[in-house]
């Protein structure tokens, strides 16, 4: 292992140099005009792969955008690991707001500033370079195999059938995955626990068109305000949703796991100030980190109907939209949670309008079982990088194929990342520590060592 991490080492700022390469390939997926320059990240990623030795590498189509795999087997007795990442970035609008070419990448005070930098060709080329480290000097120490998508951005809409078509290929002991973030920085952290998503759109219509505000206003019923009206009765005095059954299948924290919460280095009030907000509001009698990342919540994502164009004019409009999202915690699901929402809105509209519900999209939550042989060889690794300990910790973000792996390959996933908070993923200005890259590669090519153990 030693060679391995000197290779690193002395190899890192070509490494550096070749993500930074890969980072000029502006792979957006939810924008058609780029579907060639995803293609392009892929064949890229995959041409990489292979001139490093790793063996059946392909392109494997889609109906949308291609997976790249690869992979290094043959150990006889070694275990398996299947490594996820994704190699499609967020569109980089908007573009006045950053202070470098997103698709240009530069280093400044010692972060790689680029769109995909940190979410997630960074963290997915930490395992690249971790492969090379090892297969330069002495081997890999395990079987590995790499799933790299390019729709992670857009839902990962053709993941679940992929990963069902290719069962026996994909098959492994583990998953590990590296797009998440350290809970600070300086502080080594490993996620064990993630929340899933309910999004759902709710129209509200009270008549056939847009009518005058001094003709009918005070007999037609405002879909606005019967809307708004709903929307502001969807929480209690303690914070807590009123949806019935919102709660039933909730799996709470453990005191252990709350004693661990309390121990993290978290200042809520500093954390409240970095936001601009005046203050804080929590389901009680949660704190706001246990609010943040292990309770489930509800939330109006968007709002809108009528006029709202510059200058006056005075309408009573036809209908009124709300988009509202739900984050799950394990025990809940969206399929549950979507169900209670539409008899909620249906049941609480006044008589005076028609409701119209639509599901948008979601996703499971996961809990891993940290006492697992890579959650324990994870820790080790990690140790060994930062000289001290890591946290298991919970996170309030979503990765639904987290779920899909346990569902249809029948596997656990370790979440390895190492993005900040602050890294600015999916907003202008989106950066990557250097030396978190490192650390990244170093704890990687530690575990690969620790788990053949």
């Given at each position: 292992m030693q060679k391995a991490l000197e290779y690193t080492g002395s190899h890192f700022d070509s490494f550096v140099d070749e993500l930074s390469t890969f980072l000029?390939?502006?792979?957006?997926?939810?924008?058609?005009?780029?579907?060639?320059?995803?293609?392009?990240?892929?064949?890229?990623?995959?041409?990489?792969?292979?001139n490093l030795g790793l063996d059946g590498v392909a392109v494997m189509d889609t109906p949308g955008h291609p997976v790249v795999y690869a992979e290094k087997i043959g150990i006889e007795g070694a275990p398996t690991l299947l490594v996820y990442g994704h190699y499609d970035v967020q569109p980089p609008d908007p573009m006045d707001l950053w202070t470098s070419p997103p698709f240009e990448p530069v280093v400044k005070n010692g972060q790689l500033y680029a769109r995909g930098s940190c979410d997630d060709k960074g963290q997915l080329f930490m395992h690249v370079k971790a492969a090379e480290a090892w297969m330069k000097t002495s081997g890999m120490p395990l079987?590995?195999?790499?799933?790299?998508?390019?729709e992670e951005e857009i839902g990962s809409a053709h993941l679940a059938a992929f990963l069902e078509k290719h069962r026996d290929k994909l098959a492994a002991d583990v998953v590990m995955v590296s797009d998440t973030a350290l809970f600070g920085s300086g502080v080594p952290s490993i996620t064990y626990g993630l929340r899933g998503l309910a999004y759902v759109e709710v129209m509200v219509e009270a008549c056939d068109r847009d009518?005058?505000?001094?003709?009918?206003g005070g007999a037609i019923h405002n879909p606005i305000n019967a809307l708004a009206a709903m929307i502001a009765d969807l929480h209690d005095e303690n914070?807590?949703?009123?949806?019935?059954?919102?709660y039933d299948n909730v799996i709470d924290l453990t005191d252990e796991e709350r004693r661990t919460m309390a121990s993290l280095p978290f200042n809520a009030d500093e954390w409240v100030r970095e936001t601009g907000a005046k203050g804080s509001i929590t389901e009680k009698p949660y704190t706001a980190l246990e609010g943040t990342t292990a309770r489930p919540t509800l939330d109006c994502n968007g709002i809108w109907g009528g006029f709202t164009g510059k200058g006056a004019k005075t309408v009573l409009p036809a209908r009124a939209h709300a988009k509202i999202s739900c984050r799950l915690v394990p025990g809940q699901t969206p399929d549950e949670i979507t169900e209670k929402l539409r008899i909620h809105f249906e049941k609480n509209a006044p008589d005076t309008v028609r409701v119209t519900f639509r599901n948008l999209h979601g996703g499971h939550g996961a809990l891993v079982d940290t006492t697992g042989p890579a959650m324990q060889a994870a820790s080790r690794a990690m140790e060994a990088t930062y000289g001290q300990k890591p946290y298991f910790v919970r996170t309030g973000g979503a990765i639904p194929i987290v779920a899909e792996f346990k569902r249809i390959l029948g596997l656990e996933t370790v979440l390895l990342g190492f993005g900040l908070d602050t890294d600015a993923i999916h907003s202008p200005n989106e950066h990557f520590g250097l030396d978190r890259f490192r650390a990244g590669i170093d704890t990687i090519t530690r575990f690969m060592a620790e788990y053949r153990e």
């Open positions: 000029r390939i502006p792979s957006v997926s939810t924008d058609e005009a780029h579907a060639a320059d995803v293609r392009r990240a892929a064949e890229w990623l995959a041409d990489h792969l292979r079987n590995v195999k790499y799933i790299f998508e390019g009518l005058h505000s001094g003709v009918y914070h807590r949703v009123t949806v019935n059954g919102f």
